[in-house]
């Protein structure tokens, strides 16, 4: 058996005993409360036994492994820097395409209503023109009419959007929109949905250990506490 392995199986035995020990014991009076103490103590000086014994095995592989981290880091860590600088001038130019792309698209609907109510109401005009209209001029308005509701059957024109994902011989890139936010008034969001401020634990624990004893909605009490030193 290994090393290791039979140290395990040495700790897991006088563990699994000493545990079953624990079990059993009740505090009730001055002897098993100190019964209880020298258990504790037993505990504590167990588990930096197993503690020591864990570095023993692991601190100089994890030293060995956090230095190659480290080296390896070091080189990546232009690249990473590299890759950020691209990505921003990149993302700068594809979102002024797609903006420009957009104002294009806007400009051509607005042009285009304008060009259909003016075709409708020029229908409406040959309508009226016909009731009077001689037969000549009937045929003109008739073809008139025909290229008018032509024209306002075709599809508007499309404007072509920016590619999303651009492929290589070495790959691809790909740019998408993501939902961000940030806060610009944090009164009326708490009006709004209270539900979002979640009590902070961490900073609630310094701000009482620090003195603070009177917090509205907040009740601030003393409870017991064991450490146990060996």
Known sequence: ???????????????????????????????TKMCAINFLQQIKTRAKRIEELRKEFTGDLNAQIKKINNMFKMQSEPLDA????????????????????????????KEQEV??????????????????????????????????????????????????TIRT??????MKKVWKWKVINEEELRKARPDLF????KTMNRIVVNGERD???????????LSVSI
């Open 1 to 31: 058996m290994e090393p290791l392995q039979e140290k395990l199986e040495i700790i897991k035995a006088d563990v699994a005993t000493f545990v079953e020990s624990c079990k059993s014991i009740q505090v009730f009076n001055e002897e």
């Open 82 to 109: 590299a890759e950020e600088i691209l990505k921003k001038n990149l993302k700068t130019y594809l979102d002024k395409l797609e903006r420009e792309a957009y104002e294009e698209a806007d400009r051509l609907r």
């Open 115 to 164: 060009k259909r109510i003016e075709e409708e109401k020029r229908l409406a005009e040959l309508e009226k023109l016909e009731e009077t209209a001689k037969p000549k001029e009937l045929e003109g308005i008739k073809r008139e009419q025909a290229a008018i509701e032509e024209a306002l059957m075709t599809p508007a024109e499309m404007v072509a959007t920016p590619q999303k």
């Open 169 to 174: 011989g070495e790959g691809s890139v790909t």
């Open 198 to 201: 979640i009590l902070d634990e």
């Open 215 to 225: 917090l509205p909605g907040i009740e601030i009490y003393q409870d017991s506490q």
